[in-house]
């Protein structure tokens, strides 16, 4: 049962086949089979159950929805009520959420079954998954070497098949990069096309919850669940929701698709390359026209990204004090003090050192010199997608520019850590949707191929992505031992 999609199993749910009891119960057992893999940070077995009971009386009553008897996992960044929600943090180790999130909401109203709360890099913070105050999370295709981050627990239990879908978010890559590394579909919707109520916060402006999942069609049953607006979500866009399923069998003949030269230059592993040349000939087959861009703003990305997001973060975290919820130190002498080593004890380095930048950054004297130059950058960068998006329908090259790395390989390394998202941050600075593919293998290690689309283009994203995975098989791939 492990092996099959949603789309399957809701079948095999209505026709009496197998009970929602009987497939979570399956689902446990591997989780418990495979814990090495430090996918999970909570496994709600009892929760998991009671909803899976709930869901096979609403199969019985013949008011099944899609996702209703399915297990998924949330990742730890979202608010389940009277579930620990820890963000991967020391700082949040012994918070119960007292509310869930709009999309755990969205999930229960479906009818979906949680098993639990996945791993993540510490309040988003990383590319790898080993800021986690609860260690390394192991990438199943290769237990040597990193899932990806932030949602790198998501991208491991989908991929080792301890969930049948997860969900993540996106502040400059962290669901494309991790789904590309473990082999999964990932994708990053429109900024405000998912509610951000209850999905503690990392940078406001640029996170974004998604789906990860195995296949297209899959990712198209969650968002279809996850996106719309949110009157307690400020930043949630009042747009009413396509039905996603629906235009994923449209023909792909004259599709317009734009590679930029910016992309495919040095930095770029040629395995991962060629790899991805063989995925864009698949689309020519399809009948789809490539041309190459230019996006001149893309190199500018990082630099830009890493002065708002922690800006952003700085202002964020700042309501870690010790004082409301949370860590607190032992026997502070004085305020200062209580919020100095409950700050300084709960937070993890790179949490630290993220905090301390955007703190620079908003200072004074340095606003101007930075945040707001960012801010210019980012709209710069905006402007050149709109460019590119006007002349191709959708813009393809790589998530990653190399397939997983070794565990501990970059995490004393900074800036070379913070190049592994080269790919994914311009996506964020400028709000459109994007996704990672499955698209072969280099050296026995998954590769991704990114797809970018216009605003709220999910659809159509959904659709490419669909139509590729009818002629390839790279999704449907496992990693050994997890068949």
């Not at 949490?351 to 301390?356: D, F, N, T, W, Y």
């Not at 998006?389 to 800036?415: H, R």
Request: net charge negative; aromatic share 8%; with cysteine.
């Amino acid at each position: 049962m492990h092996n099959k999609t949603i789309a399957e199993l809701a079948k095999g749910l209505r026709s009496g086949e197998f009970s929602s009891v009987e497939l979570t119960t399956a689902f446990l057992g591997r989780i418990k089979q495979h814990s090495s893999l430090n996918a999970y940070i909570t496994v709600t077995e009892d929760l998991a159950l009671q909803e899976a009971e709930a869901a096979d009386a609403r199969l019985a009553k013949g008011k099944a929805e899609l996702l209703t008897g399915i297990p998924i996992a949330q990742k730890d960044i979202f608010c389940t009520e009277g579930v620990k929600t820890t963000c991967g943090s020391k700082i949040l180790d012994n918070f119960i959420a007292p509310y869930n999130a709009t999309v755990v909401d969205k999930f229960n109203s479906a009818g979906a079954v949680m098993l639990g709360k996945l791993n993540m890099d510490e309040f988003a913070m990383g590319s790898s998954n080993e800021t986690s105050y609860y260690g390394a999370v192991k990438n199943p295709w290769d237990i040597n070497t990193v899932p990806g981050g932030s949602s790198g627990g998501s991208a491991a239990a989908v991929a080792a098949r301890l969930a049948v879908c997860a969900t993540g978010t996106d502040t400059g890559g962290s669901i494309r990069q991790p789904a590309a590394l473990c082999g999964i579909t990932g994708l990053k919707p429109t900024y405000g096309r998912v509610s951000r109520y209850g999905m503690i916060a990392y940078a406001s402006s640029l996170d974004q919850g998604g789906p990860m999942t195995r296949s297209a069609e899959d990712a198209a049953i969650m968002l279809q669940t996850m996106a719309g607006f949110d009157e307690k979500d400020s930043t949630s866009v009042d747009l009413p929701v396509p039905d996603y399923m629906a235009g994923l069998s449209n023909s792909l003949e004259g599709l317009k698709i734009g590679l930029p030269k910016e992309f495919f230059g040095e930095g770029l592993n040629s395995d991962v390359a060629a790899a991805l040349e063989a995925a864009i000939n698949e689309y020519r087959k399809l009948g789809a026209q490539v041309t190459e861009i230019s996006m001149p703003t893309l190199k500018l990305a990082i630099p830009a990204y890493y002065v708002i997001a922690p800006a952003e973060c700085s202002a964020n975290l700042s309501r870690f004090d010790g004082v409301r919820f949370g860590y607190r130190c032992e026997n502070p002498v004085d305020l200062t003090d209580l919020y100095t080593r409950s700050r300084g004890e709960g937070f993890g380095k790179e949490v630290k050192r993220r905090i301390l930048m955007g703190t620079y950054a908003l200072s004074a004297g340095y606003y101007d010199a930075y945040y707001i130059k960012a801010q210019k950058i980012r709209r710069l960068i905006s402007e050149d997608f709109k460019k590119a998006l006007s002349e191709v329908d959708v813009i393809m090259g790589p998530v990653t520019p190399s397939t997983a790395f070794g565990i501990g390989e970059k995490i004393g390394n900074p800036i070379e850590m913070y190049l592994s998202d080269i790919y994914t941050i311009a996506i964020n600075l400028a709000g459109v949707p994007a996704m990672s593919v499955p698209a072969g293998f280099a050296k026995g290690m998954p590769v991704g191929l990114q797809i970018i689309g216009n605003y709220f283009a999910e659809g159509r994203l959904l659709n490419i992505a669909y139509q590729y995975q009818q002629v390839t098989d790279w999704h449907q791939q496992a990693p050994k031992g997890f068949e």
